[in-house]
């Protein structure tokens, strides 16, 4: 009976000695990998041994997460060719990912242990579906260099949630798809150095990519499809939401991605970003989060493309916006908000007999920025195409608004902001609007504008002078 327990004990020692040298025969290690029976324990056994856990061809179900805790495993990748699916059929994630690293990405902070044993853990090539309520897809808490790369996670509630503290994520050439929550979660993380590129997200009901307090800086969402991530009469919700409220979110660049779809959210957004407001003396937060650059995306077909609310440093440039069914741009109680030349049409192409979209811009509240060389066409049912509401400090050049319902441009209770430069026309026939009206405020000046109808401007808003009128 001894030499039968220590021949098995050799047996299953060799077993996992060759899992750690050559990568994991799951199969040899009891797993069917058939949909149907439990692999949990052989998986388990695999990412214990550390080294490359190979996943072939098949179904594996597992009922519980597979913990990967990387100072006791050292180096793991899990790999798969693209044939492989994990069924989570537990609570938690599928994976977890534990690592022990505190510091910061300064290679001052590192430890030797992180280097020589937890250092990018990888998951490559391999399909994660979810089978209970509360299954997710990846978790990761203390690692360094996290890369994901040609994942699958669907039907699952999270497809990644960050905690914790982690450092320098790389996530690329992935399909987060028809999730219940969130695509990529950064849940009260602190994150500094992430990379999201190539991949589509979404259908995800809990938003795309989420930031929710936390510490984080140093995003790069690129050449992405963030698509439908918000369900039908969900509030609040955003292809990108990065809710700087509950903790501090910035240095965060959006670049070359189309963000669409779903305007039955009666909030949903493409862009939302979320701070704690502008500093006064009864608003007295150290800082205002932001230091956002959002260029060369195509924004579309919901209700608010980009609504960008108590926040400093924004950037947007190049973009191409059309069908925002409330607003195309909306800011509030935000300041240093620049936004230079993006393409703000109405393309019929598109209509598509959904005539409800309103389109236009809204600057509500806000302070200390620069609106220049915007192209505005067709916005629809508002009042004011571009509207500037309670702001001051504006410089406002170069705009074109052309066949827009009502007034084009509309100054109200906005002080010393310049408007110049501007081509504001309706050569449709029906509109009695003024093309430019400023109303109450103060110290404001409207100069060398080419008008299709008189300018509209309060005594006392401001001086006006050297502005054209070209009638229709």
Not at 212 to 236: F, K, Q, W, Y
Not at 437 to 454: F, H, I, M, Q, Y
Request: glycine content about 12%.
């Amino acid at each position: 009976m001894m030499s039968l327990r220590f021949s098995a004990c050799a047996l299953l020692s060799g077993l996992l000695s060759t899992v750690a040298a050559f990568g994991a025969d799951l199969r040899a290690l009891g797993a069917k990998g058939d949909g149907r029976a439990d692999d949990t324990d052989a998986i388990q056994q695999a990412v214990n041994a550390g080294g490359s856990v190979q996943l072939p061809s098949g179904a594996y179900r597992i009922t519980r997460p597979i913990t990967i805790e990387l100072e006791k495993t050292g180096f793991v990748a899990l790999t798969a060719d693209g044939t492989a699916r994990v069924i989570m059929a537990g609570a938690g994630p599928a994976f977890q990912f534990i690592g022990t690293h505190a510091g910061s990405a300064d290679p001052q902070q590192f430890k030797p242990n992180v280097w020589e044993r937890q250092r990018t853990p990888r998951v490559e090539g391999l399909e994660i579906v979810g089978a209970h309520a509360e299954a997710d897809g990846l978790a990761a808490t203390g690692t360094m260099q996290l890369t994901l790369h040609a994942v699958v996670v669907r039907e699952a509630r999270h497809a990644v949630r960050l905690h914790g503290r982690n450092r320098n994520i790389i996530i690329s050439d992935c399909h987060f798809y028809h999730n219940r929550g969130i695509g990529v979660f950064y849940d009260h993380v602190s994150l500094h150095q992430s990379n999201i590129v190539g991949s589509h997200i979404s259908y995800n009901a809990g938003g795309g990519i989420v930031v929710r307090g936390g510490d984080v800086r140093n995003i790069h969402i690129g050449t992405c499809d963030l698509e439908s991530n918000m369900a039908a009469g969900s509030p609040a919700t955003a292809n990108v939401l990065l809710d700087c409220t509950g903790g501090s979110v910035g240095e965060v660049a959006i670049t070359g991605c189309t963000l669409q779809h779903n305007p039955n959210g009666p909030d949903s957004a493409n862009i939302r970003i979320i701070g704690h407001g502008i500093q006064t003396a009864a608003n007295r937060q150290p800082t205002n989060e932001g230091h956002v650059t959002i260029t060369g995306n195509v924004l579309s077909d919901v209700q608010v493309n980009v609504h960008l609310k108590g926040v400093r440093g924004v950037t947007l440039t190049g973009n191409t916006f059309w069908m925002g069914f409330a607003h195309d741009l909306l800011v509030e109680d935000s300041s240093n908000v620049v936004v230079g030349p993006n393409n703000f049409d109405r393309n019929p192409r598109y209509e598509m007999g959904r005539t409800s979209a309103r389109g236009g811009i809204r600057f509500q509240n806000t302070r200390d920025c620069t609106l220049s060389g915007l192209h505005v066409n067709g916005v629809r049912h508002h009042p004011a195409a571009v509207l500037l509401e309670g702001c001051t400090r504006l410089n406002v050049s170069g705009l074109t608004i052309l066949d827009c319902d009502g007034t084009g441009l509309q100054l109200t209770n906005t002080s010393l902001t310049r408007v110049t430069g501007c081509v504001i026309r309706d050569d449709r026939g029906a509109n009695a609007s003024a093309p430019l009206v400023v109303s109450g405020g103060s110290k404001n000046t409207v100069a060398g504008n080419s008008l299709d109808r008189a300018a509209k401007i309060d005594a006392g808003a401001g001086g006006a002078r050297d502005n054209e009128i070209v009638g229709r």
